[in-house]
């Protein structure tokens, strides 16, 4: 299977998606820019942090055409959310991990990860994180 | 799955960990709120889960709290395991009652009763999987 996608289209998506969660919320004229500017002051309230990797799990699933089931972890540290999100996205249909990859650092001793996990503290993250999880969800899909 | 088995996997992992009262870890990681106790419980089940299969898998898992800001572990968690050389996500539920199709297998484990429940029906899950695997 073929992904297409262009950074365009990923920001029209993310737009698209950020409208359906606003009717979803009964939430008006809340643009994403002022969530953001909001999220950057109270993101230790779970309310903002928690909206994000639905905004960008749905992203990824308009653009793949088909819903994935997916788990996110908000990593934290002892002194509180760190701001990085940890996804694991597996295909419904063939229980294919999609984020799961293999990894050499010196071509001997390869290393596994089931995740793939970005820093969100602003719009260009949103759309780098989603970039990150599709790109791994075409090669994933490519393999299989 | 035996529960003698689960048992036997159990004090074996214990033993790996140097825990000598499972109760008072997997107790004291939620009423005393001590992340740390957590973490170690949440291991000891994953070793105990891949001893039963004798084999290593990949794991993601999750120490949930009620209270995000000060991150207080609340006795329940959340465990994804994959294959390591499949990537077949173990911990696939497809739920055709609620028509959940889920990644992560979620317990309440606050007793080493809970523990010894977890471990059971995680690795019948992961069987589970594993079985449908071999029939595609």
Not at chain 2, 55 to 68: K, Y
Request: hydrophobic content about 40%; charged content about 30%.
């Amino acid at each position: 299977m073929q992904l297409t996608y262009t950074e365009e289209q990923i920001k029209q998506a993310i737009e698209e998606v950020w409208q359906e969660l606003l009717q979803e919320t009964d939430a008006e004229n809340y643009s994403l820019e002022e969530y953001l500017e909001d999220y950057r002051k109270y993101w230790d309230d779970p309310c903002f942090p928690n909206d994000i990797p639905e905004l960008i799990m749905r992203t990824v699933e308009k653009i793949v055409g088909r819903p994935l089931s997916w788990y996110c972890e908000l990593v934290r540290d002892p002194a509180g959310f760190t701001g990085e999100y940890s996804f694991v996205v597996v295909d419904p249909k063939t229980q294919k991990c999609l984020t799961y990859r293999e990894y050499t650092f010196d071509g001997v001793n390869v290393h596994r990860f089931i995740n793939v996990a970005g820093t969100v503290v602003n719009y260009e993250d949103i759309v780098r994180l989603v970039t990150k999880l599709l790109d791994q969800i075409q090669s994933a899909l490519a393999d299989a | 799955m035996d529960r003698e088995k689960v048992l036997q996997a159990l004090r074996e992992a214990q033993a790996e960990y140097d825990i000598k009262d499972l109760d008072r870890l997997v107790r004291e990681a939620w009423e005393e709120g001590d992340v740390l106790y957590a973490e170690i419980a949440v291991e000891l089940i994953e070793r105990a889960v891949e001893i039963l299969f004798n084999q290593h898998f990949l794991w993601v898992h999750i120490v949930e709290s009620e209270d995000c800001e000060e991150w207080i572990p609340d006795g329940w968690y959340s465990f994804v395991a994959v294959h390591p050389e499949t990537g077949q996500c173990l911990t696939f539920l497809n739920d055709p009652v609620c028509r959940c199709k889920s990644a992560r297998f979620r317990a309440r484990i606050r007793s080493a009763e809970d523990a010894v429940d977890a471990v059971m029906r995680l690795a019948e899950l992961i069987e589970q999987n594993l079985k449908s695997r071999a029939v595609e």
